[in-house]
T-cell receptor
Framework: DTGVSQDPRHKITKRGQNVTFRCDPI?????LYWYRQTLGQGPEFLTY????????KSRLLSDRFSAERPKGSFSTLEIQRTEQGDSAMYLC?????????????FGQGTRLTVV | AQSVTQLDSQVPVFEEAPVELRCNYS??????LFWYVQYPNQGLQLLLK??????LVKGINGFEAEFNKSQTSFHLRKPSVHISDTAEYFC????????????FGTGTSLTVIP
């Protein structure tokens, strides 16, 4: 078990470009979460999946943000028409949940810089 | 609605001294409580959690925290810190049955001085 893996670790993009990040959760975990962390702040919840179903997406920051988990394994987070304010660390986490909240295992994050 | 307040943004402390990192939360429902640590350029690692039962919770690396329902606090303590404890510490709450939506505080930067 190699833990939660995120790719790329760093991404620099020009304003207006689209970017996509990938997250590979721990293999037996049924839930996968995306968070955003800006400088000096704690992680901010964006969305989560149970298997392939996206159960909460109202916290996505705008309609430029979308996430998928098509086969219930890896997930992608896409940001369209990036803006400088999108610069942040994007964290993915996963866990196995059956009724009781348990700890979430976090990846190392993808640091996005929009220039 | 849930919110988490970490009262100290930066805490410097000398090596081998005790430390307490404060966390207060507000919630209209019972919550689960967590402390995570983040080392530079790393993801978050769980230190300890309170789900139910004993209000004194022991975690990894010698850390412990006490849940105080009346004061809505979950302060993190360590009796003797090491240089390697230098990191960012986040307190988080997670209401039951919310799909593990964690609400994080703004973090406390702990710097251990040799």
């Amino acid at each position: 078990d190699t833990g939660v893996s995120q790719d790329p670790r760093h991404k620099i993009t020009k304003r207006g470009q689209n970017v996509t990040f990938r997250c590979d959760p721990i293999s037996e975990h049924n839930r996968l979460y995306w968070y955003r962390q800006t400088l000096g702040q704690g992680p901010e919840f964006l969305t989560y999946f149970q298997n392939e179903a996206q159960l909460e997406k109202s916290r996505l920051l705008s309609d430029r943000f979308s996430a998928e988990r098509p086969k219930g394994s890896f997930s992608t987070l896409e940001i369209q028409r990036t803006e400088q304010g999108d610069s942040a660390m994007y964290l993915c986490a996963s866990n196995w949940v059956q009724g009781v909240n348990t700890e979430a295992f976090f990846g190392q994050g993808t640091r996005l810089t929009v220039v | 609605a849930q919110s988490v307040t970490q009262l100290d943004s930066q805490v410097p402390v000398f090596e081998e001294a005790p430390v307490e990192l404060r966390c207060n939360y507000s919630s209209s429902v019972s919550v689960y409580l967590f402390w995570y640590v983040q080392y530079p350029n790393q993801g978050l690692q769980l230190l300890l959690k309170y789900l139910s039962g004993s209000t004194l919770v022991k975690g990894i690396n010698g850390f412990e925290a006490e849940f105080n329902k009346s004061q809505t606090s979950f302060h993190l303590r360590k009796p003797s810190v090491h240089i390697s404890d230098t990191a960012e510490y986040f307190c988080a709450v997670s209401p039951p049955n919310t799909g593990n939506q964690f609400y994080f505080g703004t973090g406390t930067s702990l710097t251990v001085i040799p």
